[in-house]
């Protein structure tokens, strides 16, 4: 069985400020890893992923994520804020044979 | 734009009634998801359909149900409607049923409101 936990439903930052979106998973077969996007009455965008292969993925809009196998988590990150990251992120994983499972979402707000 | 549809985007009704959700996957796209999101219960996967066979089940009520036809586009249909199921439900396609590292395309999503 698989699950994802993304720690802090909600998270500020200022603008230009670091954004760090934690992801920790749990997965009975090697994993693969998405971060999705949400923003206010939208469907799910899809900002990068992790298959196989290099573990630091970069994705769209500057974003990019770190598989750590040994920590089982899959940390979203962006070196500075913009007023347009505000949005709701959302965690999923996958593997071979497995359903996707998503996490609960973390609402990012960012102030000016 | 992702190249999954959903009709209509907003839906309102009263309780006690029988609405149908509609969903075109992406071109080529075998596998359809459900999905209800609300803001107290948050994303929830309701059903998955590949190639027009049930794949998985979630937290889906009995008095909903959900088929995928011959041309791979899927209906939701929520019946004797209570006013907790007003949500967004969302329908995502996939190219595959799991077996592969593929992500899903969400679509716009159908906004009901039940009164």
């Known amino acids: 069985a698989q699950s994802v936990t993304q720690l802090g439903s909600h998270v500020s930052v200022s603008e230009g400020a670091l954004v760090l979106l934690r992801c920790n998973y749990s997965?009975?077969?090697?994993?693969?890893l998405f971060w999705y996007v949400q923003y206010p009455n939208q469907g799910l965008q899809l900002l990068l992923k992790?298959?196989?292969?290099?573990?630091l993925v970069k994705g769209i809009n500057g974003f990019e994520a770190e598989f750590k196998k040994s920590e089982t988590s899959f940390h979203l990150t962006k070196p500075s804020a913009h007023m347009s990251d505000a949005a709701e992120y959302f965690c999923a994983v996958s593997g071979y044979g497995q359903n996707f499972v998503f996490g609960p979402g973390t609402r990012l707000s960012v102030l000016p | 734009d992702s190249g999954v549809t959903q009709t209509p985007k907003h839906l309102i009704t009263a309780t006690g009634q029988r609405v149908t959700l509609r969903c075109s996957p992406r071109?080529?796209?075998?596998?359809v998801y459900w999905y209800q999101q609300s803001l107290d219960q948050g994303l929830q996967f309701l059903i998955q359909y590949y190639n027009g066979e049930e794949r998985a089940k979630g937290n889906i009520l009995e008095r909903f149900s959900a088929q995928q036809f011959p041309d791979l586009h899927s209906e939701l249909n929520l019946s004797s409607l209570e006013l907790g199921d007003s949500a967004l439900y969302f329908c995502?396609?996939?190219?595959?049923?799991?077996?592969?590292?593929?992500?899903?395309?969400f679509g716009p999503g159908t906004r009901l409101t039940v009164t």
């Open positions: 071109s080529g796209d075998l596998s």
């Open positions: 995502a396609s996939s190219p595959s049923g799991g077996l592969g590292p593929y992500e899903q395309y």
């Open positions: 997965s009975s077969v090697p994993p693969y």
């Open positions: 992790y298959t196989t292969g290099a573990t």
